[in-house]
């Protein structure tokens, strides 16, 4: 059972209690994994539910309508199987594509475990993209590369339609002058909930430059 203190951190997700305990279940499980499989970088344990969590469930509100979101580089599940939880009620169906085997056994774990809708994929997230042109709702990557590179590789689902959130720190705005070298694009940029020096980059309608 979670403690009165992290329903109080959810409480301006509007998260109800079943889906709150959902997530205090895949905290616990990471915390049991994470000495065996090492899942996430040791010095944020103990900043899981502020540095992870939550992080990753801001995104939640910002495509309200999507049904069918593809996460890139899900690791232990941050955004995507947090996505996943909190998307139940609303039939959320989010792809988890990672390529490293301990980690998706994790995240299939907590999948089954919490009953969200999340699929795994372990491979190269080139050879998951082509199955979800034109598909895709949103497709999401933290921490996993530089936006140009995100951008390269998601290019065919945001042509065809797809909405891309990617969390950004305080290297965002040097990030979108390298990015607007090699792509023209709709960009709305949004603060982090969880970090001042953070942003959000939504991105859509893009085409290439060279």
Known sequence: MMSEAYVEIL????????????????????????????????????????????DSLQLLSLAPAAKLWVDLGSGAGFPGLVLAIAGIDRGLEVHLVESNSRKCSFLRQVARLTGARAKVH?????????????KADVVSARALASLDQLLDWTAPLLKAGTMGLFPKGRDAEAELTE?????????????????????????????SLT
């Open 122 to 134: 372990e491979a190269r997230l080139e050879t998951v993209i082509p199955d979800f042109i034109g």
């Open 179 to 207: 990015a607007r070298k090699s792509w023209k694009f709709d960009l709305d940029i949004l603060p982090s909930r969880t970090d001042s020096d953070a942003r959000i980059l939504r991105i859509s309608s893009i085409e």
């Open 11 to 54: 409480r301006p997700f509007d998260v109800s209690r079943e889906t709150s305990e959902k997530l205090a279940l895949l905290e616990g499980e990471l915390r049991r994994w994470q000495s065996i499989k090492n899942l996430v970088g040791p010095g944020t344990l103990d900043q899981i539910w502020d540095r992870h969590i939550v």
